[in-house]
């Protein structure tokens, strides 16, 4: 079975070898744009767009895994920042505040799909201006949901999580691998 | 000022360089024994005499980082374990069961020292013996408190985790980043 990664995210890539599978990587070309409902839907839905956009132009045996993320601030959807002011004021707002971070994952193949959804609670520090603005400057928050990134500098932002970490870094590795291995795709 | 890591273990530098600070790495030569006391105290003790010991044989300005990691269940300390049988038998004691990891970090510099310890709440899954086997074959639990590591495949034995995830790789980071930040040693 063809395993495809249906995303542009290193950090998607980079969580998935974890599991020790052999996969490629087909980004999706979607348009972005979230639907109505509650986070867990919006993350699913987009999820499952970018996992069958990706099935329908392949070919032969396969899966594909689409996922989204967003971070979510006294429910406020927070994406991809648009510039560096942007970002600045993301993390000012998520400073010393607890947020959360909703990831869909989807997975289509040949005779069936499915999907489902994982939310983390995630308590940040206080941030001094400094290392706002060492952050932002450095660019990490461009493509990152929510402006950081938990696995790089941003590491220091957060004093605890309550939930699984890798679906802050964009893939519930752990649901994910369930998921293969109760269907036989994971040896 | 010289930032010197007293740790052998490549998940502590590759955490400490996040906060992109310069550093050495020197391991420190003492006997791992835990002394007597609460969890936190043991760790600490452990990492306090690691810093020392390491800080007394180097010169000049520094600051020396000694941390060290337990696995706790019920009461229970799990170390490294002694072989594959011993590294099956805690991956299968873990098992659908919450742990907690303490990790106990201590500084030594030229005018004082500082310590304290992290506490992270660990929920695993049910692990199917399929995956204990291949963990275990892969050499990855023998060097680690607990028998596992939770940046490699270990990332799928977590459920949930309550508290700092970088605790639980060996290396709470953010406290880390913290008082190097008030002190002053890192910009």
Redesign the interface.
Known sequence: MRIILASSSPRRAE?LK???IDFDVIPSRINEEFDEGDFGEVVENLAKRKAKEVFERTFDERIVIGADTIVVLNGEIFGKPNGFEDARNFLKALSGKSHEVYTGVAFVWNSGEYSFHEK?VVKF?EL?D??VEKYVRSGSPMDKAGGYG????G????????????NVMGLP??KV??FL?KKGWW?
Chains 1, 2 share one sequence.
């Open positions: 969580i974890k599991i020790g983390t520090r001094p400094e290392l938990i696995q790089d500098l590491a220091v932002f957060v004093e605890k999580i309550e939930g699984d970490f890798y590795i752990g691998w369930e291995f040896r």
